[in-house]
Each structure stands twice: as C-alpha cells, then as structure tokens.
C-alpha cells in the first residue's frame, strides 16, 4: 500500500513537472503547429482551465450541467468592475471574480442539486438562460447590455488613484508594472493554468474525490453507507464554478471588456464538448479537448470562399463549384458544423474521447514491441 502510494505521488510530481514545462514552452512548440501567437495561446489556456474545473463536477460526479457559462459571465463582470472601481493589477480581480462566483455557484447548486439526472441538467441551462437574460436586457446599469462593460481611461480605480498609478493610452491589466498584453498576459494565464491544474490533481487524489468518484458509480450505495453525497455534490459544483469565474477573470484581463455573450448556454456547451471530447473523468483530457476546439476554430472559423476558391482552382470549373459547395457550409462562420462531425466521430469510435486514443495507441505499440 505505502509503495503504491509512493509510486502514484511520485508519478504525479513527474507528471506535473512535465505539464508545467510544456505550458510554459507553448510559444516555441506552439509555432510549429502555427498556434505560437498569443492571443491563440491565451485561449488554450484560459478555456483548459474552464474545462478542467467543469472535469471536477462532470468527469468526477457524472452530474451534466448545462449552465455553467453563468460563473464564467459573473468572473468575467466582476473582474471588469474591479478594473473599473479599485485598480488595473489582476489580483483583485481574480480574487473577487472567484470569490464572487463561488457565491452563485452555492446559491444555483443549492436548488439544482435537489435534482439529478436530466432535471439537475435542464435547472442548470434554465439558470444559465436567465443569467444570460438578465446581463443582456434587464441588468444594463451593471453590464452595458449588448454593448459589453468596457474598462474605460476615466473610471475612479481608487486604488490606483491613492498609489499614484497613471494609465497612459487604453487601460491594460497590469501586474505591478507588467502589462497583460501579448506573451505576457499567456504566462499569467499560464500561471492560473498550472495552478489549476495542480489544485485538479490534489482533488482527484483526495478522500473527496473518492467519494465524488463514489457518487457516480452508485449514489444509492453511498446513501445506504450512511453518507449525505449532497454536501460532497455542492462542493464540486461551487469549486468547479470557481473555475469558471476565474477563467472568466481571465478573459478580462488579457482584454479589458465583458460580454453577455460569455453567458449563453451556447458556450456551456462548448465545456462539454471540450471535456467529452478530450475525456470525461481524465486530468489532462479535458485541457486537450479545449486545446484541439480552439486550435480547429482558428483555422476553420479563418477560411472563406475566397480561400476555398484559391485552394481548388487546380480543379475543372465544374467540379471546383460542386466541391467548394459541399465545403462552404463547413468552414467559416459554419465551422461548429466541422466540430459537430468530429465531435460524432469520436462518441462513435471512441467514446472515452481522445485519451482513450492514446491508451489504444499505446498499448498497439506495447503489443507490436512485444
């Protein structure tokens, strides 16, 4: 038992280890894929940690919610109202925006988790729904409607105000002189990414994954042994909201403007593609699955007809039409179409999403050496 426990921390010290330096080089192997830019890179980071905090509720409980785009809405307002009120410097933005979603995310998980299964999934959506609604037309003194809260040159920041901190040009996140701009806002994100991931770890190792883990296998069991799994089920659900509003936070940060937008149920389904799709109940799964999405919609969501007409001029006139027909619906604004085909392709063939490709492709390469 103590060598098992030795070779499983030694395992996850080493795995960190390498996590870490492949997030912190993303910029160098990130060109070679054409993703080394930093707004691309911003992404990975920002949407893997959403991913990875949704991972503790779903991929852990097996509880599906569809509305977990209102905690990344909340982190997202907060966070801009802290740059608006008190001081550029992300600190008390992220600490607020996480503070402030935990807050929800008790209030919201407190009602939908009197229900499980499809119910607690459609509370969730029909929560995320009026989150959406309320920032969009009925909120507007506290989110700017469809305009979007913008972090202005004028706004008080009293904090930044009594240090004597001056904002030159457009108001950018800065970290004690740092602005979160360019490369630099990645490795902020990256940081927050890194941090994530580790608190992930520890809750999958810990005796309250177990019994989240428990949860899912068999609720009724667990209820029978004498444990109430709703306190465990609102724990999840308040720190995998948490990780939304911080990936919320983030988002204004490396761009000073939040959206309702960030809201709609749309982008809660975007965070369950990316945790299937990667791997439900896997630590790095979900972080893939947000990495391959955002890197497909930069190329897809890119291409146009102009694009598609340069790429098969080599074609007979007629045959260059047809094809450029049956391609256009896949590419540009239409490119969730591409996501929807491959999002298929892997529930078919490969339910456990691509960690389960790996483990396939691993143990082939056992058997083919053996």
Known sequence: MDASHHSTKLNDTLGLIIFTIVVLTAPLWGKLIGAGYPDLLQKFAIFGLFAIGYNILFGLTGYLSFGHAVFLGIGSYTAAWSFKLLSMNPVPAVIFAVLLSGI??????????????????????????????????????????????????????VLDNALGVQI???????????????????????????????????????????????????????????????????????????????????????????GAERMQWTASGEVVLMTILGGVGTLIGPLIGAVVIKYFENIFSAINESSLQATFNFLPDWLENIVITIVSPFVGDGWHMTLGVLFMIVIIFMPGGIMEAISRLTSWIKRMRG
């Open 168 to 258: 030159d040009g457009s108001p950018v996140g800065n970290f004690f002189g740092i602005e979160m701009t360019g490369y630099r806002g990645y490795y902020f994100c990256a940081i927050m990414l890194i941090l994530g991931f580790y608190l992930a770890l520890r809750v999958f190792r810990s005796p309250f994954g177990m019994k989240l883990v428990a949860i899912k296998s068999n609720q009724t069991r667990m209820e029978y042994t004498g444990y109430n799994p709703r306190p465990y089920l609102l724990a999840a659900f308040v720190i995998s909201g948490m990780y939304a509003g911080l990936a919320g936070a983030l988002m204004v940060i490396v761009d000073p403007l939040a």
């Open 104 to 157: 929800f995310a008790a209030a919201i998980g407190y009602v939908s988790l009197r229900r499980t299964g499809i119910y607690f999934a459609i509370l969730t959506l029909a929560f995320a729904q009026m989150g959406y609604n309320l920032a969009y037309s009925v909120l507007t003194p506290i989110t700017n409607g469809e305009t979007g809260l913008r972090v202005l040159r004028d706004d008080p920041r």
